[in-house]
Structure formats: structure tokens, C-alpha cells
């Protein structure tokens, strides 16, 4: 069964800061982006990857690529004002009629481990929506009212999801036909959407979402750990 993994770019990094958007800033000399990219190739150069960049970044990609001598191949094509609707345009650029297995991923998560890839598309095929998660570390509690009163929360009950999420092609085709509502806050909710079941697997610790600069500081440091263990 073919594989595809949609990998969706459009953020606009503000909470980063700097002068571009944090999937183009550098993480261990290169592109955020095209570490997400290089590591996943590496993991199944058998995926037929589908990148999803805002058109006004299209012209910067291709400077990177030839900066960086980027090698892995890709499908590029322009996102949408939603992340709802890139991933619709991703799905646009698969051609297949025939069922297929099709992930997306945020761009910003270089990390993924190749145990969570395999599983998440086996899972797939088996249930039809698979998300990765993992558990919640910290205590959490529950804000009630504006001034600042709150009540805790059983964190057993809670986890913190990742991408790649990971369905049969049919089933995310079926979901994203659904008009767009705010409430869409990743793929496994827009399927949600619909009545489909959502089933689990666990994720990887390492596999965060770079969002500021604390999280690029973490993610250098996981880059210098893992060339150090390579080079021992």
C-alpha cells in the first residue's frame, strides 16, 4: 500500500521571533524544515513526501534548496489561510483512487522517532486515524472563572498529541470534503468531526513542536547529543 506524509509549513513563527518564520531558521546549520525532512527520508525513503508552503515562501525555498543542496525528493505545493485548508490542498496533489495510507506533520517537529512512524502507519491500516501521544508530566489544573482561581485535574486523563497523524486516505479525503470550523484544531478533530474514531499510539518525549526559543535551545541540544553518540 503506498504511503504518503503530508509535512505542513505554513506558520508564521511569531512566537519565535527573528527575521523568518521558525521552519526556516537553523538548527544544526540547516533549515528546521529540511532537518523535519532529511530525518524522516532517512527513517522510509520508500514515503512519498508533500510539502505545504505559503505561496510567499515559495521563491525562499527554492533559494534554500539550492544554498543547502537539498536532495530529499519532494512535492511542493502552496497552503491555505488555515491549516485546514493546506492539508486540503495537500490531499489535492495525491493522485491515488485506490485506498493509500496518508500522514501529516507539523514541519516544526524534527524528531520523530522511527518507532513512532512505523507504528502510526501499521495502526492505520488497521483502524483508519492514528494520532501518537504521550504523557502529561506536570500537574494541571483547570481555570475557573476570570480572577484567577482554579481547581486541579486528574492529568491521567490527559495527553499531549503529536504528528505525525496518520490515516487511511479515503477516511481524510471524507473529512476534509466537511466545511471548515474553528473547532479544527488538527486532523484527528476534523475526523472527529464526521463520528470517525481516533486511536492511539504513544509518541516519542523528543518529538516537540518548536514554537520559541526555549524549544530551539532543547532541540539544539537533542542535534549535539545525537551527532555525539554517532561519533562514539
Known sequence: MKRYLIVVAGGKGQR???????????????????????????????????????????????????????????????????????????????EDTEDALVGVHDAVRPFVSQKVLDEAFREAWINGAVIPMIDVQDSLRQIIGGEGASTAVPRDRYRLVQTPQVFRLSLLREAYSQRYVEAFTDDASVVEAMGGRVYAVEGNRENIKLTTPFDMMVAQTIIECSTLQQEA
Request: glycine share 8%; aromatic share 8%; net charge positive.
Open 16 to 94: 519565535m521571533g527573528g527575521a523568518l518564520p521558525k521552519q526556516f531558521q537553523l538548527l544544526g546549520g540547516r533549515p528546521v524544515i529540511m532537518v523535519t525532512l532529511e530525518r524522516l527520508y532517512a527513517i522510509d525513503n520508500t514515503i512519498k513526501f508533500i510539502l505545504v508552503l505559503p505561496l510567499e515562501h515559495m521563491a525562499l525555498w527554492d533559494e534554500l534548496c539550492l544554498k543547502y543542496e537539498f536532495k530529499v525528493p519532494v512535492t511542493v505545493t502552496t497552503g491555505g489561510n488555515t491549516r485546514f485548508h493546506s492539508v486540503q490542498n495537500g490531499l489535492a496533489v495525491i
